[in-house]
């Protein structure tokens, strides 16, 4: 079973940064696409960011980027997610989630069958 677990959360000013850990248990990293996803109340679960190790693909939505990182680290056990030039309407519960290769779109929910249970991000003007 896998398990993902979100840390790194928290309140910062407009223009700071955040660096989020997605810390997983029992998969091979390597061969799984994972993703970040953030979500605001009463609004659906949007794709911020994909990752791919295997095909070496990266894959962000058009409102991060330039300014969010995806990466993970050589071990394969942690996705992380560097961001930077944080905004107030990057507000918002951030998810870690991960499946293995399909052909659904990358932001797709349908193609992660494993999530994290959120990491709270709160940008302040």
């Known amino acids: 079973q896998v398990r993902l677990v979100e840390s790194g959360g928290g309140s910062v000013q407009a223009g700071g940064s955040l660096r989020l850990s997605c810390a997983a248990s029992?998969?091979?990293?390597?061969?799984?696409?994972l993703a970040w996803f953030r979500q605001v109340p009463g609004k659906e679960r949007e794709g911020v960011a994909s990752f791919y190790r295997h095909a070496g693909i990266t894959y962000y939505a058009d409102s991060v980027k330039g300014r969010f990182t995806i990466s993970q680290d050589n071990a394969a056990t942690t996705l992380y997610l560097e961001m930077n030039n944080l905004k107030p309407e990057d507000t918002a519960m951030y998810y870690c989630?991960?499946?293995?290769?399909?052909?659904?779109?990358?932001?797709?929910?349908?193609?992660?069958?494993?999530w994290g249970q959120g990491t709270q991000v709160t940008v302040s003007s």
């Open positions: 029992e998969f091979t990293a390597a061969t799984y696409c």
């Open positions: 989630a991960a499946g293995p290769p399909s052909s659904r779109p990358w932001f797709s929910q349908a193609k992660y069958p494993y």
